[in-house]
């Protein structure tokens, strides 16, 4: 069992930036995919970015080249940093952790609001 906190959320202006953190409750060293989602009111959770165990992220599309998602194993803590923030970026956002093999396991935070307004 995997406990995931997040934290950072806020509200900022477009164009600013906020960096958000997740902090887990035992190794994430072998999870295969750590993750940020998010779901906005009357949409779907969509995934934001993932990235592997060894370091290799994924991002949606309207994401790329503004938000960088990282990982510390040691720490046992992932990061969404978020620049050039627009407001269709405003939702909930999930913290999430997907160990695969014999069983598939899947663990999710509580959620941080990002409120992007002027």
């Known amino acids: 069992q995997v406990q995931l906190v997040e934290s950072g959320g806020g509200l900022v202006q477009p164009g600013g930036s906020l960096r958000l953190s997740c902090a887990a409750s035992?190794?994430?060293?072998?999870?295969?995919?750590m993750g940020w989602y998010r779901q906005a009111p009357g949409k779907q959770r969509e995934l934001v970015a993932h990235i592997t165990a060894d370091g290799r992220p994924n991002y949606r599309d309207s994401v790329k080249g503004r938000f960088t998602i990282s990982r510390d194993n040691v720490k046992n803590t992932v990061a969404l940093q978020m620049n050039s923030l627009e407001p269709e970026d405003t939702a909930v956002y999930y913290c999430n952790a997907l160990q695969l093999g014999v069983r598939r396991y899947e663990y999710w935070g509580q959620g941080t609001q990002v409120t992007v307004s002027s």
């Open positions: 035992t190794s994430i060293f072998s999870i295969n995919y």
